[in-house]
């Protein structure tokens, strides 16, 4: 999981002391008695909200105050926001933090809380219904731009733009849990298809396997001080998509195994350390079940009809391409040709920073599809992006759009579950979207690649796109 940057000043000592105090296999019992004061603070903090005192905010609205990057925001007001435990340090592989999420099924945000509480799963039980009294407290980072959005208690004294675990004293003023634990459902997720707004949310993702290269091999590398990666893919009918696993090396199943097989695994989504990339975390190895067969996948070479191709390299400022619609929802911002330095290539651009523009929504579609001609049909494409913070880029389908840009927001759009480049990674990184399958539609299909952003002059950043190609059989 992500670590604080004390952690590495501290050093391994304590961190062993924290393993040998926190890691606990053995069952526990729900804590299910509050205690009187307890129970009078939260009926306190309800009564507030419903006189009105207090406001209570989701976690999306509460996200929605501060900007990755940013100096945290000390909360002024009386704000209470409402969510349901969905981290556990039982096993070791969190340390000093929860997450929670909005609803106990199909979650739509989620954030962490950091705190000065060692085996906190016997406080913060999975499913335990929480309420956070946020006025005084801080949202911000524990890591500068690491994107994990956390309710903490100071500022760092070694770094403005960063935030620590709220103090004991803080916790039983403004952390409170009520008499309620309930089922926590894992929202059913495409691997290609999670990205930044699945963060501090707990989600299932089916058919994964660990790659032929890892097998043997155990969670943790033992040559790490603190988090490994490992890959995880689901197999495509063409391709595979791919996402990290991320273990703590103090984790109690750390030196385990690999699956070698193919099925289940359950996990938090969160961002690496630096939030260059998303991770699935793990709360316990049994939330992994792989004991099934091993997927197997096609390449292109089995798909060797070609429906669409476009890399741009015959676009010169503005792109206009005979058929394909470069059209402005809000803003003045459009589509455009760009020249990479890093791969050699011209690739399409769009961007809002600096615009002006208190809104900026921008398509570029690209002409019809006809996906009756062929039985099976696979989407891909690349991004990459430029300090994108607050901007946002979708793929997204339609057969009913009839290819005028006055019915553009009218037609019915299906967004893809394509991995698109998330906003932490770097500029330098092309990522490929995966192979969407789009065997489902049928008619003329038209592909839309919709850029919204808001003109903020730090944080609006761009988007690239390259190598758009339909492959089909």
């Known amino acids: 999981m ?17 393993f040998t105090n926190c890691v606990n296999d053995g069952d526990f019992e729900i804590p299910s008695s509050l205690g009187n004061e307890e129970n009078v603070k939260l009926a306190s903090i309800l009564d507030s909200i419903q006189a009105g005192i207090y406001q209570l905010k989701t976690i999306k609205e509460v996200k929605e105050l501060y900007i990755s990057g940013n100096e945290p925001l000390k909360v002024a007001s009386k704000i209470v926001v409402k969510g349901y435990v969905i981290s556990s340090d039982q096993k070791g592989n969190y340390f000093r933090e929860f997450y929670m999420q909005d609803a106990p099924e199909n979650p739509t945000a989620g954030l962490k809380v950091s705190l000065n509480l060692s085996n906190n ?25 690491d994107g994990i959005i956390t309710i903490g208690g100071k500022i760092s004294p070694t770094d403005a733009l960063e935030i620590q675990n709220v103090s004991t004293n803080q916790l039983e003023k403004h952390i409170f849990r009520s008499e309620n634990t309930t089922v926590i459902t894992p929202k059913l997720v495409s691997l290609a298809g999670i990205n930044s707004s699945d963060i501090g949310t707990f989600v299932k993702v089916e058919n994964v396997i660990f790659p032929e290269n890892l097998q043997g091999k155990s969670f943790v590398d033992p040559t790490e001080d603190f988090d490994t990666q490992r890959k995880i893919q689901t197999c495509q009918t063409l391709g595979f998509a791919d996402l990290l696993l991320e273990t703590s090396s103090f984790a109690s199943f750390a030196n385990k195994t690999l699956p070698s097989g193919g099925g289940t695994i ?28 091993r997927c197997a996948t096609l390449s292109e070479s089995d798909f060797p009809t070609i429906l669409l191709e476009e890399d741009f390299e015959n676009s010169t400022g503005e792109i206009r391409i005979t058929d394909w619609l470069n059209f402005r929802e809000e803003g003045t911002q459009s589509w455009r040709s760009y020249s990479d330095t890093y791969s050699q290539s011209k690739a399409a651009r769009v961007g809002s920073s600096n615009s002006g523009n208190a809104s900026t929504i921008t398509w570029l579609i690209t002409k019809g599809v006809n996906l009756d001609t062929t039985s099976a049909e696979f989407l891909s494409f690349e991004t990459s992006n430029s300090f994108a913070n607050g901007s946002n880029l979708e793929v997204l389908i339609s057969t009913t759009w009839d290819g005028t840009a006055t019915n553009v927001t009218s037609a019915t759009w299906d967004i893809l579950p394509a991995k698109i480049v998330s906003d932490g990674e770097n500029f330098k990184n092309w990522v490929h979207s995966t192979y969407v399958n789009l065997s489902d539609y049928s008619g003329t299909a038209f592909i839309a690649f919709k850029y919204t952003g808001t003109g903020n002059i730090n944080f609006d950043g761009t988007y690239e796109l390259d190598n758009i190609k339909i492959n089909a059989r």
């Open 2 to 18: 992500k670590r604080n940057k004390l952690i590495t000043i501290i050093g391994a000592i304590a961190m062993c002391f924290y």
């Open 121 to 145: 799963y016997n406080k913060f039980n999975f499913g335990r219904e929480v309420y956070i009294s946020l006025k005084d407290l801080y949202i911000g980072e524990t890591n500068s731009g």
């Open 266 to 293: 359950n996990a938090v989504v969160s961002n690496d350390f630096d939030g260059d990339f998303l991770v699935l975390v793990l709360n316990s190895d049994e939330d992994i079940s792989m004991d099934g067969e």
